[in-house]
């Protein structure tokens, strides 16, 4: 059973970078999402099988960067530029198909999430 284990939140001043990793078990599509108080969990970026597979959300695109590091079993979200709307819990998952999607349905189990506050 894949194994996920979060880290790299915190708080971080707006326009300021993040890097978040993700302690994966095995080999699959991988995506990090995003869940604030009171909002639906919302995909932010995923990456496929071979790095080259990559999406994000609109709402992040040029600013977050996911990657992953098959030696290290370590997936990454590289956040930069952030923004006051960006705080949440970030939660890594692993897909269930083949295709790095963004929909939130397709992934699962999820990690323990990590937590990102940004000030202004």
């Known amino acids: 059973q894949v194994q996920l284990v979060e880290s790299g939140g915190g708080l971080v001043q707006a326009g300021g970078s993040l890097r978040l990793s993700c302690a994966v078990s095995g080999r699959y599509v991988m995506g990090w999402f995003r869940q604030a108080p009171g909002k639906e969990r919302e995909a932010v970026a995923a990456?496929?099988?071979?790095?080259?597979?990559?999406t994000y959300a609109d709402s992040v695109k040029g600013r977050f960067t996911i990657s992953r590091d098959y030696a290290n079993k370590m997936v990454y979200l590289q956040m930069d530029s952030l923004k006051p709307e960006d705080p949440a819990v970030y939660y890594c998952?692993?897909?269930?198909?083949?295709?790095?999607?963004?929909?939130?349905?397709?992934?699962?189990?999820w990690g323990q999430g990590t937590q990102v506050n940004v000030s202004s």
């Open positions: 990456i496929g099988l071979q790095s080259d597979n990559r």
């Open positions: 998952a692993a897909g269930r198909r083949y295709l790095a999607t963004l929909v939130v349905q397709e992934y699962g189990p």
